[in-house]
């Protein structure tokens, strides 16, 4: 049994995989802002740890990871409009979860990004977006240049549709769907095999099962 951090730990993708490492008999440890989260996210399974992402510095996530043996990042600055959140959460929370697990000797690192972000944006971009591709590019780029063990996933559309269990998963893979029950199912696979450390794939719906994507997607 392993304890596992997840920064943004009240999110959907979060939720999903807090489920999904308790039923694999680990521990899983949500990490969040407001404690009345607490009893929720108890009640899913988890040990509840609290953090403030945006507040708190690199010491503060070293502490919030001590004992755990992986961090996943999983957190978002939402869909408000805020531009400044992109940048304090997607790319700020990412890199003082490096940092922090640096700092607590945790090697293994999941990053939750999003598909397409190193792609060229036209120049009529809307701002709110393009703060969200550059974050996440840039968390993606600090995390491949650390030297954690890392694995980076990049989902395409969010949906919350009931889990599918059958993904495209790779670094080609076209734009789609994936539902946020099998991106967790995928986080929690990756988990469990070493050989995916070092890897960045996309991951959208398709048709291998999730455990069987994984390990193609390493061949």
């Known amino acids: 049994m392993s304890r596992i951090a997840i920064v943004g730990g009240h999110g959907k993708v979060a939720q999903h995989l807090i489920t999904a490492l308790s039923e694999g008999g680990h521990t899983p440890v ?13 009640g899913k399974g988890a040990e509840v740890r609290l953090l403030d992402i945006e507040q708190d510095g690199a010491d503060e996530f070293s502490a919030a ?13 939402g869909a408000d409009g805020n531009i400044e959140r992109k940048r304090t959460v997607d790319l700020g929370g990412s890199l003082k979860s490096i940092e922090g697990a640096r700092g607590a000797d945790v090697r293994r690192f999941v990053q939750v990004s999003a598909i397409g972000v190193d792609d060229e944006l036209p120049e009529d971009t809307d701002d709110v977006w393009r703060a969200y591709v550059e974050a996440k590019r840039d968390a993606d780029a600090a995390l491949r240049d650390s030297d954690l063990d890392w694995t980076i ?18 670094p080609d893979v076209e734009r789609g769907d994936v539902t946020r029950a099998d991106v967790a199912a995928v986080i929690a696979a990756v988990l469990e095999d070493r050989g995916t450390v070092g890897a960045q794939w996309n991951l959208v719906g398709g048709d291998q099962p999730v455990a069987e994507a994984v390990r193609s997607a390493q061949s």
């Open 30 to 42: 949500a990490l969040v802002r407001k404690p009345e989260q607490r009893a929720e996210l108890e």
């Open 65 to 77: 990871f001590a004992g755990c043996d992986a961090v996943v990042f999983a957190a978002g600055g």
């Open 153 to 170: 996933i990049r989902p395409g559309r969010l949906t919350d549709d009931a889990a599918t269990d059958r993904v495209a998963l790779g």
